[in-house]
Each structure stands twice: as structure tokens, then as C-alpha cells.
């Protein structure tokens, strides 16, 4: 490395080359050494391996071992260097949160496997801890061996405690696609977790086994397994409730409508949705979640979706407490800054909403829906997105003002 990198200058101060990432070239803030010898600022590497890369980046020799080892004797070095060129402006590194220990972790999955009950519960709660911890502990956390384990504890276990105690560490994990079958394979498993969610007294409880759920959802990649998931007698309704209950908390209403979102993908389970009250459920709740950009689209494409199932546009009515104020919802998450995934779910359910009454398709000319519409067609969104942007306009096109340009003019309504 020494001559190979220009002297890297900070502020009028040169950092020393073994203090820079090789990777970044800035200097370390957690500095971590691979199989190799090499060390490299723990954010650099990781996204190295993330992006599929198995070599080392200085050497170019084969990662053998993934286990990034904190180099704490650099660290000290670099926190030193920069106490000591604080009065130019340096700032002192903070102390970096190292990720759980992948040995203790296995230590713990092992004691909450066998044992003593009181130790068992034990190990669980401390996987349950570090896992709310950080992403990097729950990236440690989350093995096929860990969940494996968690998975045989919440379903198989006699002791119900100890099930319940694996069901809220498993929730903070994602499943494989195997995984997730073997879950939706087994209805008494199903039942379970529709059980804890829907009569345990502890709404932490509840949303644990909502989530498991919701994993077992997205995970699973055949229609035929979420149809599995969402027939089980009860899974809507608790989910519903987990979304319209009074006083529910941000994060139940999250994982109540990404658990409705992920069985909806299966045709089969839309009618079951609408049926338990999903489409009233979500559509009262899209103006609250219009911060939250993954879980607006979420929530949009379950009402575009359940608007598409018979008895689904009414529900979406009759839940935002009339057609007028379900068009007023729609175009609102439409405005401001709506990604345009959310602003392309709300075009196509407002399509539905509003299709067949001349009375609504005036309450969205009147919201604004129209400018939203227009900046849609206008800008870089995607050609699916154009195109449901250019059915409602079309559709209101008799709703605009007779002076209205844009009503006399097909500029906007050509096909992409």
C-alpha cells in the first residue's frame, strides 16, 4: 500500500495510509481484519461481501472465513492520531457497538435447546435482547442453524412458554423460502401463531406472532403456500385487527398490513381479506403512514389489489367513511413526496373507486388528483405507472372544467 495511495489530505492534515480503509481510503472508524491479515473499515468490507465478492481486496486471495476479527490495537492508534490533531479540526471517532459474538450466540441457541426450563427461557430472552439490539446483531442472529432451532422450540416444544419465547426471537428474522413451506406446510404450526396473535394478552406477544406470520408470507414463493397461510381460520381477522385496533401501536399496524399485503399477492386470498374487514382496515390507515414510504406502498397496493375483488371498492367506500372521503385519502397519498410506486397503487385504486360514479370522479377532479395525475405522466415514472395515470384521466376527463384546456386536448392520453 505505501506509495501505491496519494497522501489523502483532511482538512489541511495528512492521515497516515495504514489508517485509511484500502477499500474507501478514508480513515477507519472501525477498523476489522479478514482471514487474510488485511484490515479494512468494517462498513467497506461488509458491503464488499454483500455485493457477492469472495476475495480479498488487496490481495485478491479467496475469502475462506467471513468472521471479520475488530482490530482494537489500530482502533486505539486512530483514536490517539486524532485526539492528538483535535486542535486542526479532527474530530475523536466514537467507540464503535461491536456486533454479538457469533460464538456466544451459539452458545445460546445450544442452552436454549436443552436444558434446565429456567435456563432455556433464559438464553432466549438474551437472543431476544441482542437481536432489538442492532441489524448487525440480528444479521449474526439470524443462521439457518439459529432459526432452524427457534423454528423446532415454537412449534414442537411442550413447554408453550418456551414457544412463545422462540415465536418473538423468530420474529425479528427473515425465512427461506423452505424455511417459510415448512411453516405453511404444517396447519398445526399455523394455528399456533394465529392462536398467540389473536388471544395472548400481551400485544408484544400478538405482534411477534403477526410478524412470524408475515415472514412465513413473504417467504414463501408459491401462491399455493400463502393461499395455505391466508385459509387458516382466523390469520385475517387477527391481522385486521392488529391494523384498525384502537390504541394499536406504529409497529402493529406495520406488521398487520405487511402480513395483508403478502397473503394478497394469492388471488386466492383477496375475497378471504375483504371479507374480514382488510380493505375498511387499511384505507383509514393510508393518511398515517404517509411517512413511511415502504409501508405507504404497501398499504396502497393491498386497497389496488382488494379494490380489484368483488365487494372490495365498497369496502374501501363504506371504510373511509364514504366515497367522497376515500377519493380524498387516495389523491392525499398521492401528493407531497409519494414515491411513485405509492403514487401508482393509489392512481389504480382510485381507477376503481371512482369508475362508474360521476359524483366521485368530480370529488378527485376537485381534491387535485388531476395535477398529480399530470406530473405522473409528465416525469420519469414507469410505463405502468403512466398508464394507469392515463385511464383516470380518461375516465374524469368529463369531470374536468369545460374551459379546462387540458379537457380539449389528448396530449396527455396518448399511449405509451
Known amino acids: 500500500m505505501p506509495g501505491s495511495v496519494a497522501p ?132 449474526v442472529i439470524s443462521t439457518h442453524e439459529t432459526r432452524s432451532a427457534l423454528i423446532e422450540i415454537a412449534f414442537e416444544d411442550p413447554d408453550p412458554d418456551l414457544g412463545l419465547e422462540a415465536i418473538r426471537v423468530l420474529a425479528m428474522c427473515s425465512l427461506t423460502e423452505g424455511e417459510s413451506a415448512e411453516v405453511a406446510g404444517r396447519p398445526e404450526r399455523l394455528r399456533r401463531l394465529v392462536e398467540v396473535m389473536r388471544e395472548h394478552p400481551a400485544m408484544e406477544a400478538r405482534i411477534s406472532a403477526a410478524a412470524v406470520l408475515e415472514a412465513v408470507a413473504a417467504g414463501a414463493r408459491s401462491a399455493e403456500a400463502r393461499a395455505a397461510v391466508g385459509a387458516t381460520e382466523g ?56 411517512a413511511e414510504r415502504g409501508d405507504a406502498e404497501r398499504a396502497l397496493a393491498t386497497v389496488e389489489l382488494l379494490c380489484r375483488t368483488e365487494g372490495g371498492r365498497e369496502a374501501v367506500v363504506a371504510g373511509a367513511g364514504g366515497g367522497a372521503a376515500a377519493v380524498e385519502a387516495l389523491v392525499r397519498a398521492m401528493a407531497g413526496k409519494a414515491s411513485e410506486r405509492a403514487a401508482e397503487h393509489a ?26 395525475l399530470l406530473l405522473m405522466v409528465q416525469g420519469g415514472c414507469s410505463d405502468r405507472a403512466k398508464r394507469k395515470a392515463q385511464v383516470l384521466l380518461k375516465l374524469l376527463r368529463s369531470a374536468w372544467p369545460h374551459d379546462d384546456y387540458i379537457a380539449n386536448s389528448d396530449d396527455f392520453l396518448q399511449p405509451f
Open 347 to 372: 392512481a389504480g385504486a382510485l381507477v376503481a373507486v371512482v369508475g362508474g360514479s360521476e359524483c366521485l370522479q368530480r370529488e378527485a377532479v376537485g381534491a387535485g388528483v388531476v395535477t398529480q
Open 235 to 290: 390469520v385475517m381477522e387477527g391481522l385486521v385487527g392488529l391494523v384498525e385496533e384502537k390504541g394499536s401501536s406504529a409497529r402493529a399496524v406495520r406488521v398487520g398490513i405487511r402480513g395483508l399485503f403478502s397473503l394478497c399477492l394469492a388471488k386466492e386470498n383477496r375475497g378471504r381479506a375483504v371479507a374480514a374487514g382488510a380493505a375498511a382496515a387499511v384505507v383509514r390507515r393510508i393518511v398515517d403512514l404517509a
Open 8 to 139: 489523502l489530505d483532511l482538512e489541511g492534515v495528512t492521515v497516515p495510509y495504514h489508517y485509511r480503509c484500502p477499500i474507501s481510503l478514508e480513515l477507519m472508524r472501525d477498523p476489522v481484519t479478514v482471514c487474510t491479515g488485511q484490515t479494512y473499515d468494517r462498513p467497506s468490507i461488509e458491503s464488499w461481501v454483500a455485493t457477492g465478492n469472495t476475495t480479498c481486496p488487496v490481495t485478491r486471495t479467496p475469502l475462506t472465513d467471513f468472521t471479520l476479527i475488530p482490530n482494537h490495537t489500530l482502533r486505539r492508534l486512530i483514536q490517539e492520531w486524532c485526539v492528538a490533531h483535535r486542535s486542526l479540526g479532527v474530530e475523536r471517532i466514537p467507540t464503535p457497538k461491536q456486533p454479538a459474538d457469533p460464538s456466544l450466540v451459539r452458545l445460546l441457541v445450544s442452552q436454549a435447546s436443552a436444558g434446565e426450563p429456567g435456563t432455556r427461557a433464559a438464553a432466549l430472552r438474551r437472543l431476544r435482547s441482542l437481536a432489538r439490539e442492532s441489524d448487525k446483531n440480528r444479521t
